[in-house]
């Protein structure tokens, strides 16, 4: 099976512009999480979607959104960009959810100047 | 909510010797907890994971244990190989959230 993909790879962005990154899950698998990683504060946890429903969602502000599509793929939308948004943003997908293997994708490394 | 602590954040050991990184967890909801190993540039990987219901578990070098009165977990790696040198994330989950620890950066020295 193909492994989860992610685009675009890297992103420039400025300041106050928004952004929207893919990820495409593994075939039949139905969960998609989204996290963020950063030198400073690791691996976050930002939501979670299972059958195009947001089922979970971390501590981060409403600036940062997504959705899941009925095939399963899903994007992730920041808003009003600033600079502590620079990141490497993980999805992964697994067949139902947290408690099974989390296959994560390449990432997207995003800066916001 | 939870919080994962992991300890050490770097870790050095010599080709063949045994590296032990420690996680503790503060929701005793939590009931999954897996090991990732992420090398540097690459997505992070699973290299194994326990569940709340067992008390270690075992693949080849790779080891977990779990004390869920005490709310930690350790991963062990014996016989080291240069190839283990990589970042090792801890993480727990009860369903609702998935919380990574800060990650251990081990070396091994050939």
């Known amino acids: 099976k193909a492994g989860v993909t992610q685009t675009p790879r890297y992103l420039i962005k400025t300041r106050g512009q928004q952004v929207t990154l893919s990820c495409s899950p593994i075939?039949?698998?139905?969960?998609v999480s989204w996290y963020q990683q950063t030198p400073g504060q690791g691996l976050q946890f930002l939501f979670e979607y299972f059958s195009e429903t947001q089922r979970n969602k971390g501590n981060f502000p409403g600036r940062f959104s997504g959705r899941q599509f009925s095939n399963s793929r899903s994007e992730m939308n920041v808003s009003t960009l600033e600079l502590g948004d620079s990141a490497l943003y993980l999805c992964?997908?697994?067949?139902?959810?947290?408690?099974?293997?989390?296959?994560f994708g390449p990432g997207t490394r995003l800066l916001v100047l | 909510g939870e919080n994962v602590e992991q300890h050490p954040s770097t870790l050095s050991v010599q080709e063949g010797d045994s590296a032990v990184i420690k996680c503790t967890y503060s929701d005793s909801a939590s009931n999954y907890f897996p090991w990732y190993k992420q090398e540097l540039g690459k997505r992070p990987q699973l290299i194994i994971d326990i569940r709340s219901n067992v008390g270690e578990k075992k693949d080849q070098r790779i080891a977990v244990t779990l004390n869920k009165t005490a709310k930690h977990f350790s991963l062990h790696i014996t016989e080291t190989q240069p190839e283990d040198s990589a970042v090792y994330f801890c993480a727990a989950s009860g369903g609702n959230q998935f919380y990574f620890g800060t990650g251990t950066s081990l070396t091994v020295i050939p």
């Open positions: 075939s039949g698998h139905r969960s």
């Open positions: 992964a997908s697994s067949l139902t959810g947290f408690e099974e293997t989390q296959y």
